[in-house]
């Protein structure tokens, strides 16, 4: 019995001296305890999901990647895969996962109300993303495992995600205040010499125009709401020249893009080449419409160079492009009517690439938000009758060819381009199936729009759904998508095993199964 008394008293002895000093030998010293929020902002910009060539823009036939190797399989053969559903997900461990972070707090500093303002505007913009592609999502309680220890965050209804957003563009852009504080300090200036007052301004015109966009969603569903709210985005104030684009320019150090900082969904196009097409339907368009930008957006590589990037000077001429046929891959379309076999022996297909010089070039900024978007849809509201009686309302036909006009002049910010003159944009404007007649309105302003949105896939196909403009033919490759098309993602499959009874719920909340043809709330 004594035995076992000393033991117990050395064991009473070695916790009481394992317990000094526990807290202190057991801190990590090196361990980040506090962190810039400007820093966490800015890495949320630079994370702001980018357009993936292989899903939106494959959906609305601007793009084909035609060979049907397993990992390159996805809609363009109307597939329901998992390797592009998850894309846009990611925002979630990307820039949501640091606005949510910050939010809390930056809310209720007075000394950095500006800066609040602008997250909860860039939040909004990622949510909408998101509700675009799925329709329910997490929202109230995404993001927040590391704030609150909430693992498994709820899905909420679309619409009433939607009806959030629109709160918060309205509040948050209607707050900021050139009289408070400097948003520069945190990174976040659009341009090193900018004041206060021009980043208030830019980032008000950013805000009402993405309220613009999500009131212009509703066009179909509820004519009376998107009235209203496209109503209270024009008078808080769009987005009245190229000055006003939003999109992430990356960083060039002595010519070269800096490694990590560049456009990575120009990368596939420009190592693996032969992989990548332009759809013929676009180029159809292009080349009908006699349009300037055709030049910039394909170019002919054939025969086909084992590295396209290292051709200077591809045949961009209007006249040898061609675009690959939807519906086809590169075991079948010598079964097409509009075959072209490639010469000399050649790797790849004999259709129009995208051009790397200029939309793959790794310096290429990713285009979020844009003048001209802005501009044609405002065209739309205008033929609608919605700006009636305004201050300062133009004509649709007005909006519409300042919009076209706008979307040629911002070429200039991607690399390999020169300005497209004033006299062939005139005379653009005057050709048919461009110029503003009556009872071709709507056709002729959402036709642009579709041409505008290439490399902005996501803005297109949302523009798409709503309207059903262009008049695009289904991709028959398969009977997967009814004749139709791809209405939204499917939920990432990790979602099925890491939140199984919240994504449970929310595949039975959709009015339809989780597939790609079960349309979101303002898609029905």
């Not at 050395?10 to 980040?32: G, H, R, W, Y």
């Not at 799925?134 to 009806?163: H, M, N, Q, R, S």
Request: hydrophobic share 35%; aromatic share 12%.
């Amino acid at each position: 019995m004594k035995k076992i008394l000393i033991l117990l008293s050395t064991v009473v002895l070695f916790l009481a001296s394992c317990d000094k000093d526990f807290q202190e030998i057991n801190t990590n010293p090196q361990q980040v305890k506090s962190t810039n929020p400007g820093l966490l902002f800015s890495n949320a910009l630079l994370g702001t999901p980018s357009t993936n060539w292989t899903g939106e823009s494959t959906i609305i036939q601007q793009f084909v990647l035609p060979y049907n190797q397993g990992v390159t399989l996805g809609y363009q053969f109307n597939e329901n895969v998992d390797g592009i559903n998850g894309g846009p997900w990611n925002t979630f461990t990307g820039s949501l996962k640091n606005l949510e972070h910050i939010l809390p707090d930056l809310k209720g500093d007075a000394t950095r109300s500006n800066f609040y303002n602008l997250a909860r505007i860039w939040r909004a913009y990622c949510y909408m993303w998101l509700v675009d592609h799925y329709g329910d999502v997490p929202y109230a309680e995404a993001g927040k495992a590391a704030l609150t220890g909430t693992f498994y965050p709820v899905y909420e209804k679309d619409e009433a995600i939607y009806a959030d957003i629109e709160k918060e563009l309205k509040e948050a852009t209607a707050a900021l205040d050139a009289a408070k504080d400097n948003t520069s300090k945190y990174d976040i200036s659009i341009a090193s010499t900018s004041t206060v007052a021009q980043e208030v301004t830019f980032w008000k015109r950013l805000g009402y125009s993405l309220l613009l966009r999500l009131g212009m969603r509703y066009s179909k569903l509820d004519a009376t709401k998107a009235k209203s709210i496209v109503q209270a985005a024009f008078t808080g104030g769009v987005m009245q020249s190229n000055n006003d684009n939003v999109y992430i320019k990356y960083k060039t150090s002595t010519g070269a893009a800096i490694t990590g900082y560049n456009n990575g969904a120009a990368s596939g196009i420009r190592t693996t080449s032969y992989f990548y097409y332009v759809a013929k339907p676009l180029v159809d368009t292009l080349k009908f419409l006699s349009d300037p930008r055709l030049k910039y957006i394909a170019a002919n590589y054939n025969p086909f160079q084992s590295t396209v990037a290292n051709v200077a000077n591809p045949d961009t001429s209007m006249a040898n492009q061609f675009g690959f046929p939807v519906g086809y891959s590169d075991a079948t379309i010598s079964t097409s009517s509009d075959y072209r076999p490639p010469s000399g022996g050649s790797t790849g297909q004999n259709y129009s690439q995208v051009n790397c010089n200029v939309f793959g070039s790794p310096q290429t900024p990713q285009i979020i938000l844009t003048y001209a978007q802005t501009s044609l849809l405002l065209a739309e509201a205008a033929q609608s009758g919605w700006l009636t009686g305004l201050t300062g309302a133009k004509t649709a036909k007005e909006y519409y060819e300042a919009g076209v006009r706008a979307s040629m002049d911002s070429y200039t910010i991607l690399p390999g381009t020169a300005p497209i003159p004033t006299s062939l944009q005139d005379a653009y404007l005057t050709m048919p199936g461009v110029a503003f007649t009556a009872g071709n309105e709507l056709k002729v302003i959402n036709m642009q729009y579709w041409i505008e949105c290439f490399s902005n896939g996501y803005e297109g196909w949302c523009n798409f759904r709503r309207t059903g403009i262009p008049a695009l033919k289904g991709n028959t490759w398969n009977s997967n998508l009814a004749g139709g098309f791809i209405r939204r993602f499917g939920y990432p499959l990790r979602e099925q095993s890491a939140n199984p009874t919240n994504y449970t719920a929310a595949v039975a909340s959709l009015g339809g199964p989780d597939n790609l043809t079960t349309r979101i709330f303002w898609d029905k």
